[in-house]
């Protein structure tokens, strides 16, 4: 199953709502594709729904590191909401829960932007 | 004592990698692993076929990538060898470490590690060769919490 996202505004905040493989190749490269359009729209409070990301690999967990990374030196903000067991349990082994701003509910996720 | 083996080799592309993880799944689950076991025995073959495609053998159409997929009373055993320059096994960054933690790459190792109960890397000149080994249940006096 290939990666797709779709992008909605709710209160100035651009949510991508992410499906499917976040793996090496085509799933990085839509996710990097997706973050780099609303940077480019000046869309920079970016919250990423991984509610149905049903998996990840670590090109998956690079390109996370390097979405909040882009996003955060352009002076913008990014958070992930709704993170399944697998996802959960990759991002506690390898450190990086604590660096990403989790969410489990939307509308406090938004909210936080502010 | 049951045994089965299965040896193939695959060019060095993405669909190698597909392919090596829907191999895995499928060896692990017909070998009795539950459900969490299954997926981190494929992600850490995934790892290991994304290491011999992407850094051994650079996608290079010449070069091969070969697979082993092992059953033993004792063990699920498999091996992934590329063609490449063989791996550095003493320049491997620690992805935990401070420095390490926002880099977007070099975890692929570290996964393989900790998904797994023993991890051997042999590189050479000719390439570099990852043996995965995961304990049958009830076969072994410990997996990898045991001997910490």
Known sequence: ?114 | MTKQKVSYSMDSTLATVDNAEQTANRFAAEAGFDEDEVMQISMAVREAAINAVLHGNAYDPGKKVNFDFEKTSSDLVITVRDQGNGLNVNHIPDPLAPENLMKTSGRGIFLMRSFMDEVEIHPSQTGTEIKLIKHVHGTTEGGKEASQ
């Open chain 1, 1 to 114: 199953m290939s990666m797709k996202i779709s992008s909605r505004s709710v209160d100035g905040v651009s949510i991508l709502d992410c499906s499917g493989r976040i793996t090496l190749g085509e799933g990085s490269i839509t996710l990097r594709d997706s973050v780099r359009d609303l940077l480019s729209k000046g869309q920079k409070k970016i919250l990423l729904n991984l509610g149905d990301v049903s998996y990840i690999d670590s090109s998956g967990i690079g390109e996370l590191v390097s979405a909040f990374t882009t996003v955060r030196n352009q002076g913008g903000e990014l958070k992930l909401l709704n993170l399944t067991k697998k996802v959960h349990d990759l991002l506690q082994i390898t450190k990086l829960y604590t660096v990403f701003d989790v969410k489990d509910d939307e509308t406090s996720a938004v909210k936080a932007f502010n």
